[in-house]
Structures are given as structure tokens and as C-alpha cells.
């Protein structure tokens, strides 16, 4: 009697780690049979002829056995046969040949038996959390959620949702002055989820732009409503992110309504991001006007498009030329990131002296210049020295990614020509 008490209170269990787990009664009737199938097979070699019935409704199960009633003396397997003297101990009236249906308690079969089953249905639940999991998340790919930060490593945070389920906030994917204690609430966006070997991993973001779209989607009744349309994102994480909008109704005013009443709207995402600078602007399908408002708060001059190669040469007075820039650069590498353009910034210098001088193309240094620098300038669109000596160098340096002696040397041959 212990025994099959043990063996009920084992069922029990489980049925309350279904209940804990999010695991469906059906789907857990299906695993109690699998694992009683797979624990008797192990045992006997089959379990073919064996009937395994679960109720839940009682919390209770039943096995039957199935075995062929053979003459006495011919019992040759016993976990298939059974002898007609002992199928007539059940019912008298028994005949060789027939099929003999018994009852039996799993308890009976030994303690490791019962341990067995315990080990098979914690493996099958496990299998199944994990399956659950990663359909759970890979259905919220670009939302937002928010977690308990429950540990903090060098490389990763491991957070928790309100069901306990771990996920990942990689240092990639935070923003460089995130900052986190144990216990607090983190907000990311779920940006992926991997798969392999059947260990699913929940990976979030704070840098990605999808991020701050849904960020502005929550702020932004208009956008949430679909009379605002994101247009395009450009971000880098903590620093500074352009975004330009689009409405299709003439009354909606899309950057005021982004930016909200004295800025409203925008300041909780602008706290939410670590003070990142957000630069709205009005999308357009004029390339000119966009790439113009993109390098916003700077006044262009001219802008000459080579639509093929997407590239854009930026014409702006002097005074201008460090605000289409930027601080370290970041004003222009957002506009790039935003317009697709690859864009580069000149000095209109109308009226300075030299004007009128004949330009020298890049290729005419190669006697005095490595080749491989001079193509490294031409790579970026500079294809004149006057174009290289109107470039603002921080910018050649920056975009070349060449040392800054080696970009200097350069200047100071192609000045010398000119001076000559």
C-alpha cells in the first residue's frame, strides 16, 4: 500500500509543477504516458503490450498489461506470455490462445523503477519549459519588455520576467553609462532568440533602434495610431540618434508632435536612454532636402548627388562646415546612417585666394604618396587635391582611417604643389 501511495503522491507532484510551469493538462497527460511507456520499455524491452491510462481529473493513472495465455510449460517470455493456470487465477474461464488483460501497480516494479520515472518526467518537462520558452519569445522579437535585473557578469546581465524565465542583456546590446543594481527594473527590447541544441537564450537590447522606435510608439498616441510613420533610425547608443518622421495628414505637425509641449513627450526617452541627443526631423523622398535636413543644425550651401554610387558632395560655407561635422564626428555619421548616403562636406571657397588655380588630380602624387594611401583618399570621394586640401582633416582622418601623420604628410605635399 506505501508503495502505490508513492507512486500517486509522484503524479501529485507533478501536477503541481504542471500548474507552477504553464504546462497544459493535455500536454502533460502526454508526457505522464510517454515517461511511464519509455521506464517500462527500459525495463522489459517493449512496452507494446501494455495500456497506460492518466486521469487527471483524479490525479491518479492505471496500467495494464497484455499478455498471450499459453499451455502450461510453454511459457517462454513472461512479460508477453502467461501461463493458462495463472490467466485462470484471474478469470476461470480463460482458454489457451486468448489475450489475458491484468492490472499492474507500478510500485511493484522496484523503487529505482519509481526514481526512473522521476528522472524521465523532469528531462520531458524540461524539454518542454525550453519549448515553451522559445515560442514565447520568439514571437515578441521587437518588443519591449521589462525584467528584474537578477545578476551582473563582466560581458552580461542576467535578468528575470515575472514567470523567472532568464534572459540576457549583453554589454554590446547596453547603452556604454548603463548602470544596474540587483533588483532593479530593466526596460530593453527583445532583439533575438537563439535556439541551439535545443537551450533556447532570450538576448535584449538597449542600443538597437528598434528600441527607440517602439520607445516612441509608447510616448507617441499619433504614432501608435498610424497617423505618424517612422521613416528611418540612426543611432549610436548614449551619444546621439536622428529620426526622421513622416504624416500623411497635412493638420499633424509629426516632429512637434514627437518632441511634445516644451519637449514633453520626448524628455522620458531622451532619461530612458541615458540623456542620448534626438534629433527629429521631417522625412522626405526628395534625396537633396533630406540629406539637407539630416546634416541639421548645419546650412547647406549645395549638394551634388551621384545617385548610382549613393554618394552626395556637400557644399557649405566655412563657419558652417564644423556643425554639418560635428562633435567627434557624430553629426555626419548619423546623417550617412540615416539618408544611405555616403556624404562628404566641402568649403565653399568662393572668393579665397587660389580659386581660379588649376586643379591637380590625387593620381599625379603617386611618385611623392604610398598608393595605397592615395587610394585609401580616393575611396572616400576625395579625387582632387584642392577637394582634399577644402576637406576638413578630421573628417579625412575619421572616414580614411589612416594615422593622422600619415594624412598630414599628405596635405603638406599637395600645399607645397600649390605654393610652388
Known sequence: MAKKEETINLVDTFSEFKELKNIDQTTMVSVLEESFRSVIAKMFGTDENYDVIVNPAKGDFEIWRNRAIVADGDLTNPNLEISLSEARKIDPSFEVGEECSEEVHFADFGRRAILNLRQTLASKILELEKDSLYNKYKDKVGTIISAEVYQIWKKETLLLDDEGNELLLPKTEQIPTDFYRKGETARAVVARVENKNNNPKIILSRTSPVFLQRLFEMEVP???????????????PGERAKIAVESYDDRIDPVGACVGVKGSRIHGIVRELRNENIDVINYTNNTQLFIQRALSPAKVTSIKLNEEEHKAEVLLKPEEV?????????????????????????????GEPNNEDEDIY???????VDDWVIDAIKSIGIETAKSLLNAPR??????????????DDVIRIVKKEFEE
Request: with cysteine.
Open 322 to 350: 564644423s556643425l554639418a561635422i560635428g562633435k567627434n564626428g557624430l553629426n555626419i555619421k548619423l546623417a550617412c546612417m540615416l539618408t544611405e548616403y555616403t556624404i562628404d562636406v566641402f568649403r565653399d571657397t568662393t
Open 222 to 236: 499619433e504614432i501608435n495610431d498610424g497617423l505618424i510613420t517612422i521613416r528611418r533610425i540612426a543611432r549610436i
Open 362 to 368: 590625387l593620381d599625379e602624387f603617386r611618385n611623392e
Open 394 to 407: 578630421d573628417m579625412v582622418i575619421e572616414k580614411t582611417d589612416l594615422e593622422e601623420e600619415t594624412i
